[in-house]
C-alpha cells in the first residue's frame, strides 16, 4: 500500500463560461443560447411574473392584489392554563390580559380553554371559559363569573 492511495484528490474541473468564444469549452456562435429571443440577448433578466407583454395576473385580478387589507385578527383569542400561569394576578379580565401582554391590545373577547395545568386559584371575570377548564377553576378554589 502506498502513500499516494491515501492522498485526496486536488484537481477540479472549472465550469464553462458561457459567450466567451471558443477557447472557453462550450463554443462561440449561439453558446448553447438558441438561436433568437429574449433569452438569447445578452444581459436578458425576466421577472417571474412577466407574461410576455400582456396585461399581468395581478393587474387583471385587483382583488388578488390587496386581499390582505381585509384579513382582520381572529376575533376570540383563546388562553390556555399555561398563559394564566404566567400572570402574578389573582383576578384576571380582558383588561388585565390586554395591560399584561399575554394578548393584543385589538381583541374584543378571550375565553380560557383548558390545556395544560393550573397552579392556582383565580376569579376569572368578563370572559368565556370552557366546561372542563372552569371545572378545574372552581376545584382549586376559584371563581368565574
Do not use: C
Not at 468564444?21 to 429571443?37: A, D, E, I, N, P
Not at 396585461?55 to 386581499?67: A, F, H, I, S, V
Not at 400561569?85 to 374584543?108: G, H, Q, V, W, Y
Amino acid at each position: 500500500m502506498s502513500l499516494f492511495n491515501k492522498l485526496e484528490k486536488i484537481t477540479f474541473k472549472s465550469s464553462k463560461r458561457l459567450g466567451r468564444g471558443y477557447g472557453s469549452g462550450k463554443g462561440g456562435h449561439t453558446v448553447g443560447r438558441g438561436q433568437k429571443g429574449q433569452k438569447s440577448r445578452r444581459g436578458s433578466k425576466i421577472p417571474l411574473w412577466f407574461e410576455g407583454g400582456s396585461l399581468p395576473l395581478t393587474k387583471r385580478l385587483p382583488m388578488w392584489r390587496g386581499k390582505g387589507r381585509f384579513k382582520t385578527l381572529r376575533l376570540v383569542a383563546e388562553l390556555t392554563f399555561n398563559d394564566l400561569n404566567a400572570i402574578d394576578l389573582e383576578e384576571i379580565s380582558l383588561d388585565t390580559l390586554k395591560l399584561n401582554k399575554i394578548i393584543d391590545p385589538r381583541f374584543k373577547r378571550a375565553k380560557i380553554i383548558k390545556k395544560g395545568k393550573l397552579n392556582r386559584k383565580l376569579t376569572v371575570k368578563g370572559i368565556k371559559v370552557s366546561k372542563a377548564a372552569k371545572k378545574e377553576i372552581e376545584t382549586l378554589g376559584g371563581k368565574v363569573e
